[in-house]
């Protein structure tokens, strides 16, 4: 009977002894599609042969530079994809059960190898490393899953807010790439009746952008909350920044702004970030004198100005990150813009963020937006 292998894979046998290794590559030649094998007499020699074309190791416990289980170890770290199956003596069983409980996909005793159980061996230690690799995956990839979800409810937290005279509405959304990034945003009302809002957004994508973001709204929402919201704030953000960032070109821009406990003026500070848009007595804009100072990360001895603005009786404010305006639009695949942005505002009468994100298309960096509203009396 022939051996049932319909695949030509290649193979490393890490077999010290001519006789048996031999043996195995004849039995091996009688399969349907023979294995190209490569073979090695000791550990040293398998470790210049272990290639990521190498697909199933076959290694012998006895070998002159290791022995037992330390051989198989070895193999298992230098070749972590390929399947492995091991080869005993008739005294060794115990060894072989030992072995894949250590992380071998089968074992064989060398005495009853024939044609046909080699070849079955093979095929099932493949297929086992297969289902072993795809379960790995799979915990991989719900690991990852719930530290985005962890890292991006730190990154867009619910707003505290204490007056029912502000509509709060936030939305994010991932760009096209789907990766994880560093925008964030926050909403905080002081005791004072003051209603403190900012989005911000980390440049990069990636967990470790994303945490660099979370840490600094977390720390935004704390120094608010301790009654600092100058230049203070944002000087102990971008030394926040310096610390915590992998790579010193990492930068953050950010927009925050302040309303005043009667909700009739804002002060403004606009740090290297895309203009708030600002619907104000049916009028749209965005505030002037934007940006009033650079990203945070950059210059040391930054200073940002201050944008007061006035609100009036009935107005919206949007602010967001440059995802919105970056997004790909038209028959032409031209970028929104901020005219662009203010065009869709003032065709809407209102800033909808749900009719926005429905017409911007197709995104090619994430979206975070806020939209606070004066709620008429």
């Known amino acids: 009977m022939t051996a049932n292998l319909s695949e030509t894979l290649t193979l490393l046998l890490v077999e010290d002894d001519d006789g048996d290794a031999f043996l195995v590559e004849e039995l091996l030649k009688q399969a349907d599609a023979p294995p190209r094998i490569f073979w090695a007499r000791s550990l040293q020699e ?3 042969k272990l290639t990521p074309q190498i697909q199933c190791v076959l290694v012998d416990l006895s070998l002159p530079d290791a022995h037992g289980l330390e051989a198989l170890e070895e193999v298992l770290v230098l070749a972590p994809h390929s399947a492995v199956l091991v080869l005993t003596g008739l005294r060794d069983t115990h060894v072989g059960v030992a072995a894949v409980q250590a992380g071998a996909q089968d074992f064989l005793v060398k005495g009853d190898i024939d044609a046909r159980l080699l070849a079955r061996a093979i095929r099932y230690a493949m ?3 297969r289902a072993d690799l795809a379960q790995l995956r799979l915990v991989q990839a719900e690991l990852t899953a719930q530290e985005n979800s962890r890292l991006e409810s730190a990154l867009l937290p619910d707003a505290l807010l204490h007056t029912q005279a502000i509509e709060h509405v936030t939305r994010y959304l991932p760009g096209s790439g789907g990766t994880l990034a560093g925008d964030f945003f926050d909403t905080v009302q002081t005791p004072d009746g003051s209603v403190h809002v900012v989005v911000g957004d980390v440049c990069g994508h990636g967990p470790d952008e994303a945490a660099l973001g979370v840490a600094l709204r977390i720390a ?4 608010v909350l301790a009654g600092q919201t100058d230049d203070t704030l944002l000087r102990t953000l971008d030394a926040l920044l310096r610390a915590e960032r992998k790579a010193p070109e990492i930068f953050t821009t950010l927009c925050m702004a302040t309303i005043t406990p009667d909700l009739r003026n804002a002060r403004m500070r606009v ?3 895309p203009p708030p848009v600002l619907v104000r007595d049916g009028a749209v804009q965005v505030v002037d004198g934007t940006p009033s100072g650079p990203p945070l990360g950059i210059f040391m001895d930054a200073e940002w100005s201050v944008i007061d603005v006035p609100l009036g009786e009935e107005w919206s404010m949007m602010l967001y990150t440059d995802g919105l305006i970056e997004a790909v639009v038209g028959e032409r695949d031209e970028m929104l813009g901020v005219e662009g942005l203010l065009d869709l505002v003032r065709e809407h009468g209102a800033i909808d963020l749900d009719r ?3 017409r911007v298309g197709t995104l090619s960096d994430d979206l ?7 709620r008429r009396p």
Do not use: Q
């Open 220 to 223: 935004w929402r704390t120094l």
């Open 368 to 374: 975070a937006a806020v939209l606070v509203r004066r």
């Open 46 to 48: 398998a470790k210049a």
């Open 356 to 358: 926005l994100i429905t």
């Open 271 to 273: 740090v290297g970030h």
């Open 127 to 129: 297929e086992r490393k």
